[in-house]
């Protein structure tokens, strides 16, 4: 049913009818603002603010005849127009918040995979720390027991050289047969160059050693430096118990491998003489003196 | 009087405004997160340096054990096989006789039986056999080399513990007052027998060496 205007009864074509909120009644968009319509509500209310004279001067011609919608009209489009730069405002806040939002969303998925990133090489790390731990583990392990061990070792060493300094303490009236070693050792070290001083130094340590002569068959003239008495060559010897017999011209340290029927200057070794035509020197016996 | 459309933009600001804030705390709280990590793995790598770094140092050490190790072994075994050479390498007790412990090893020793023989058994060969004879039965003996006027002999000698020393002729088992000087032969040997030596000026006794 077609609505009509409270105040100037004209049928109301607007689809939304205009109800003033203070008298409750339906006007038209000529009549809806409380001034428009003389509002009964509003007039008792400006009766109470004006003079009393003033409202009662006031006919209803003067109040048709007052020039206004326009101040209606007037106060009504600011408003529309805040309220929209307020719309604008708030669709623009809510376009940047939305684009900060998917900026944000992007971010933290960017920080969310350099975040996984991070876990898992925080993970390899961590599983690298522990296999380079047991491996340090280990290899403390490992040096404790290779201290252990050398430990070991050194005491067994100890041991060793106190019994082979037993064995091999000696004197002239406890001899025994040397090692290489000691032989070479007992050479490098005594200075003495005749065979009587050596063989007795030798024998002050307990070293058995001999005297040995090796008889050549005979010349006029002598080998330079060697160690020749008459016709034969004196020689010290020692039957190392590792070694066997070994001998030794004592003036020289040279070693000598003698053997009959050979040049004796060709048994020496290193072969540090010259040979000479005049010189026989075969050996034709060799005797060792214990 | 606000629109149903303003509402519902209103609440949608505010829902997303509500949104922004809780993502706005999620972000922070991954950022947070992300910066614990960092400082977590940095403190890993500094602790994985330190473990590495330790390792090798532990490594070194090992290879310098094992070294040592290595070469305290080969001492041992070197130090082993020379004390068995020693257990069992034979040892020679001598000791200085009394005068007739002397006496009857020269009795009994059979060296002066042997031939002479100039080239192959002469005096040294003699003296040589006497020496090593006694000292298998723990006598000291020494091997004298005298030279003579023209040539040299060979005796033995040894130190008794009661008569001092006494030389032995190893050919003849003659004692022997040995002295520079004097006839060799002649004057020296003290023959065992109602017998006597010429004299010869070849035989004097220049001086004389002891090998003991």
Redesign the interface.
């Known amino acids: 049913m077609p609505k009509s205007c409270h105040h100037c009864g004209k049928e109301i074509g607007d689809p939304i009818p205009f109800k003033c909120r203070r008298c409750n009644e339906i006007f038209c968009i000529d009549h809806f603002l409380p001034e428009n319509h003389k509002c009964h509500d509003l007039s008792r209310k400006k009766r109470v603010e004006q003079e009393p004279t003033k409202i009662l001067e006031e006919t209803e011609q003067d109040i048709d005849s007052r020039p206004i919608p326009k101040t209606v009209i007037i106060s009504k489009k600011p408003k529309e127009k805040k309220n929209n730069t307020i ?1 604008k405002i ?2 623009i ?2 376009i940047i ?2 684009l ?2 998917v900026i ?2 992007s ?2 998925f960017i ?2 995979q ?2 996984s990133e ?2 898992e ?2 993970h390899g ?2 599983d ?2 522990t296999t ?2 047991n ?2 583990d280990n ?2 392990h ?2 404790a027991l ?2 252990m ?2 430990e070991q ?2 005491t ?2 100890k041991e ?2 106190s ?2 300094q037993q ?2 303490s000696g004197d ?6 040397p ?1 290489y ?1 000691e032989v070479t050792r007992f050479i490098q070290n005594d200075n003495s160059d005749n ?2 001083t050596l ?2 130094n030798a ?1 002050s340590k307990g070293l ?1 050693c001999a ?1 040995v ?1 090796v008889g050549i068959i005979g010349s006029t003239i002598k080998i330079l430096g060697a160690p020749r008495t ?1 016709e034969s060559y004196l020689l010290m010897a020692f039957n190392t ?2 070694k066997g017999m070994v001998y030794f011209e004592s003036k020289t340290d040279y070693r000598v491998y003698p053997e009959i029927g050979k040049s004796y200057i060709e048994c020496v070794e290193g072969n540090p003489y010259i040979s000479s035509l005049l010189v026989n020197d075969t050996i ?2 060799i ?4 | 009087m606000m629109t149903k459309s ?1 509402k519902i ?2 609440i ?2 505010i829902f ?2 509500a ?2 804030i809780l ?2 705390s ?2 922070y709280n ?2 947070q ?2 910066s614990t ?2 400082i ?2 940095n403190n ?2 500094n ?2 340096l330190s ?2 770094k ?2 090798d140092i ?2 070194d ?2 290879s310098n ?2 070294a ?2 290595d070469e ?2 080969g ?2 075994q070197q ?5 068995n ?12 006789p009394l005068a007739w412990e002397v006496t009857t090893f020269m009795y009994t020793d059979p060296t002066n039986r042997k031939r002479y023989d100039e ?2 058994f002469n005096c ?2 003699y ?2 056999e006497v ?2 004879n006694a ?1 298998k039965k723990g006598l ?1 003996c020494a ?1 004298v080399v005298v030279n003579l006027t023209k ?2 002999h060979a005796l033995v000698a040894f130190y008794t513990r009661n008569m001092g020393i006494i030389y032995y002729e190893p050919q003849t088992d003659e004692k022997v007052n040995l002295q520079v000087g004097k006839d060799y032969w002649a004057s020296c040997v003290v023959p065992s027998g109602y017998y006597y030596y010429l004299p010869d000026p070849d035989n004097v006794v220049e001086d004389f ?4």
Do not use: M, P
Request: hydrophobic share 40%; with cysteine; net charge positive.
């Open positions: 719309v708030s669709i806040l809510a918040i939305i900060l939002n944000s969303v971010g933290y920080l969310d350099s975040y991070l876990k090489e925080k790390l961590e690298k720390l380079t731990q491996t340090l290899a403390n490992t040096l290779t201290e061990g050398l070792v050194n067994s060493l060793n050289n019994e082979v064995l091999e002239k009236y406890n001899l025994r047969d090692l070693s065979e009587k063989i007795d024998k058995r005297l002569e008459g118990t590792d034709t016996k005797l060792v003196v214990w | 303003k933009a209103l949608g600001i997303i405004i949104f922004s993502w706005a999620v972000v991954k950022s997160s992300i990590v960092k977590q793995k890993l790598e602790k994985l473990v590495d330790n390792l532990t490594n050490l090992i054990c094992n040592k190790v305290l072994k001492r041992l130090n082993i096989s020379d004390l050479y020693l257990k069992f390498g034979k040892r020679y007790e001598l000791h200085d080239e192959t040294g060969n003296a040589a020496n090593n000292e000291r091997f040539g040299a060496v002891l090998y003991w």
